[in-house]
């Protein structure tokens, strides 16, 4: 008996319905970031190993998927590793590729390999998968698609303005309603100079990056566990804990950081950032938020992450500035700073929300019947005009019984229905049904355009 087939865990197949969906996120994402001048490029689903290790944290590293190499992968292997199962050593001997973690370290290398070919500011787009070898669960999935838009060659803070502009846009399009926290990697490197452990900055941002997650006693454990002595913790907990609305903060942060010349440039560009947003005056509630760390090791400064309100899910929008993330591959003080939008997340939200429009631009929006080889010759002309008007339109390609053809019409959320038989031929008319309302009319092939377009 054949085997019943599978995907691996984590992954997803998508039917019609749901691309219909996907695309309409995909769509009206790239909309808005072509609107502010943003350019697509692709880059390659596998990198060499070389350039996605060490970019992201230990624990990012753990889950990058590694391809084995071509041909005799054991060839170059240490025998005394393989015998003693050092699985982690051995892997970076029979592998040398892995599919990319995220869109932002391909970035770099690209802008670094193609420094020639571009201006900068560099301001581009991308929309393709990733793959990380994460537990899957709701919300968390092993191959996924990212939207990320990034400008790299400037160190204005009018950029994260735009991006803060492009979420305002992007989920008043959607219709979702959401909040965007910030932060500044340089406020949370001050407060690890004022507690006395500047050293252990990454280890910090790493565990309060997780609070909502773990809770505070987990985070202030796991401190513990990296080697935070308890005066340092204790000191920790007013800072992340800060309460009163973005003024207040910033006020308090000033009082708290004075002494740290890193954590004031932070609160800086935080108070400019804040300062901008207020004269757009946009619709989008943006709260600063001590606790967001945002675990990747090369943001250096503005750090954003979105939550959706109305849904109880991790963050469907982040990102941040890095200001040499470029230098690990040669290319050094090119500062950049982008944002990266979690189709997968957004798709889960809309649709736990019904936010998704009834009928999209990729649905059929007509179908013809088909009643027999004479009566499709003529709705064959028709449909041709039909398409020309810019209308998604087909026939049913069999002069099968009209019960079928109308469950067909039903299945696909066909919204009308065409009926020419030979009384219609004769009389220069187009019998149509409006499947919601059961309303049926005859009109002219110019009506017919007309009201399916308004």
Not at 134 to 152: H, I, L, M, N, T
Not at 202 to 213: G, N, P, S
């Amino acid at each position: 008996m054949a085997q019943k087939p599978g995907i691996p865990k984590g992954t997803r197949d998508f039917s019609p319905e749901v691309m219909v969906k996907r695309n309409y996120i995909f769509n009206t994402i790239k909309k808005v970031f072509q609107k502010y001048g943003y350019l697509p490029i692709e880059t390659p689903a596998m990198e060499n190993l070389s350039t996605l290790l060490g970019k992201y944290g230990e624990e990012g590293d753990k889950l990058l998927f590694k391809i084995l190499n071509s041909g005799d992968f054991l060839r170059k292997a240490d025998s005394q590793l393989l015998s003693e199962k050092l699985s982690d050593k051995v892997a970076l001997q029979i592998s040398e590729k892995g599919l990319r973690y995220d869109l932002t370290v391909p970035f770099a290398r690209y802008v670094v390999q193609h420094q020639n070919e571009i201006a900068f500011p560099f301001k581009r787009y991308q929309i393709q998968p990733v793959w990380r070898a994460d537990r899957p669960q709701k919300g968390r999935y092993r191959e996924f698609y990212q939207c990320d838009v990034d400008v790299v060659g400037s160190n204005s803070l009018v950029n994260e303005v735009e991006l803060i502009q492009i979420v305002d846009e992007v989920y008043r399009e959607l219709n979702v309603n959401v909040i965007l926290k910030l932060n500044n990697r340089k406020v949370l490197a001050g407060i690890a100079e004022k507690i006395g452990a500047p050293e252990k900055i990454v280890d910090i941002t790493v565990a309060i990056d997780k609070l909502d997650k773990i809770g505070l006693d987990n985070v202030n454990a796991e401190l513990e566990s990296k080697g935070l002595d308890k005066k340092a913790i204790d000191a920790l907990q007013p800072i992340i804990l800060l309460e009163g609305d973005n003024d207040q903060k910033l006020s308090k942060l000033r009082e708290v950081l004075k002494d740290s010349e890193t954590g004031i440039r932070g609160v800086e560009e935080l108070e400019q950032v804040f300062e901008m947003l207020q004269v757009l005056d946009l619709d989008l509630e943006t709260e600063l938020d001590l606790t967001l760390a945002r675990g990747l090791n090369y943001y250096t400064g503005a750090i954003f992450e979105v939550k959706a309100k109305d849904v109880q899910i991790g963050s469907i929008t982040g990102g941040g500035r890095y200001d040499d993330l470029t230098g690990i591959f040669g290319l050094k003080n090119v500062s950049g700073v982008g944002i990266s939008f979690g189709a997968d997340r957004i798709f889960d939200v809309m649709e736990q929300l019904g936010l998704f429009p009834e009928h999209s631009d990729a649905s059929v929006q007509l179908l013809f019947v088909n009643f027999g080889d004479k009566e499709q010759m003529h709705c064959l002309k028709l449909l041709s005009e039909i398409r020309k008007a810019g209308i998604n339109a087909e026939i049913y390609p069999d002069p099968v019984k009209l019960k079928k053809q109308m469950t067909y019409a039903n299945r696909k959320n066909v919204p009308f229905v065409a009926m020419v038989g030979e009384n219609e031929m004769n009389e220069g008319v187009i019998n149509f049904k409006d499947m919601t309302t059961g309303e049926q009319q005859n009109v002219t092939l110019e009506k017919l355009i007309s009201i399916i377009k308004n």
